[in-house]
């Protein structure tokens, strides 16, 4: 079975803190995407990451893909409270890679209180 | 392009009762996936179409759970003889390469 494990759950932070979010497996994916979901919505697509080692920044946000593609992190720098809500990372098994069929983490709950 | 869109929003059925759900996909997007999303858990895959062709289901959709994509362009999954155990957010999503867009999901309550 492959997995993809997400730390941490759950994350309450002050407003203009840092904060990293990491998505491990002992697989290897062809790329992995991150997620942010609001609650009673769908998740809505963040960034792809593709090869590894690779570094991706979305303004406040980098996300970066591990050198062996079985690892991914997401860092917020100077969290505001619109960054409130659940991200997710998905992989892309290699097997799976003609199906598209994603491989999602638990999810991290992150709360940032002004 | 309208993105993702699904009907119902919400559903609230009792057990025993079929309901169905309806996935509007962003248009020219070949490719329609299907996954579940229980509360604090990531989506879970349950099916996923080409076109019209339906390639792959999980091992998580029981018999009472089928879905069609007749055209190649909408999709339907209906639930027969519901359970409290399905009570989850459906949620549908469509690519045409690499990146998939979600809708908006349903959320489905079996009382």
């Known amino acids: ?23 491990n497996s002992s697989s290897v994916f062809s790329s992995l995407q991150w997620y942010r979901q609001e609650p009673g919505e769908g998740p809505v697509l963040l960034v792809t990451v593709v090869t590894g080692g690779e570094v991706k920044k979305l303004k406040r946000l980098t996300f970066q893909f591990g050198d062996a ?4 992190s997401l860092h917020i720098t100077a969290a505001q409270p619109g960054d409130t809500g659940l991200y997710l990372c998905a992989g892309l098994p290699i097997s799976s890679s003609n199906t598209g069929k994603l491989i999602f983490g638990q999810g991290t709950t992150l709360q940032v209180k002004p | ?7 119902p929003r919400h559903k609230i059925t009792k057990r025993g009762q079929n309901v169905t759900f309806r ?3 962003i248009s020219e997007h070949n490719r329609l996936y299907w996954y579940r999303q229980t509360l604090g858990q990531g989506p879970e895959f ?13 091992r998580l959709l029981s018999d009472r759970f089928s879905a069609e994509r007749p ?9 027969q003889r519901t359970e409290q155990g399905d009570s989850a957010m ?16 349903t959320r489905l309550t079996v009382t």
């Open chain 2, 23 to 25: 996935c509007d996909p």
């Open chain 1, 1 to 23: 079975t492959q997995l993809l494990e997400q730390s941490p759950q759950f994350l309450s932070i002050q407003e203009g803190e840092n904060l990293t979010v990491y998505c």
């Open chain 2, 1 to 7: 392009d309208t993105g993702v869109s699904q009907d």
């Open chain 1, 69 to 72: 593609r079985k690892d991914s």
């Open chain 2, 90 to 105: 459906y949620l549908c999503a469509s690519t045409r390469g690499l990146e998939q867009y979600f809708g908006p999901g």
């Open chain 2, 46 to 58: 349950l099916t996923y179409f080409q076109n019209e062709a339906q390639l792959e289901k999980s």
């Open chain 2, 71 to 79: 055209k190649g362009s909408f999709s339907t999954l209906e639930i």
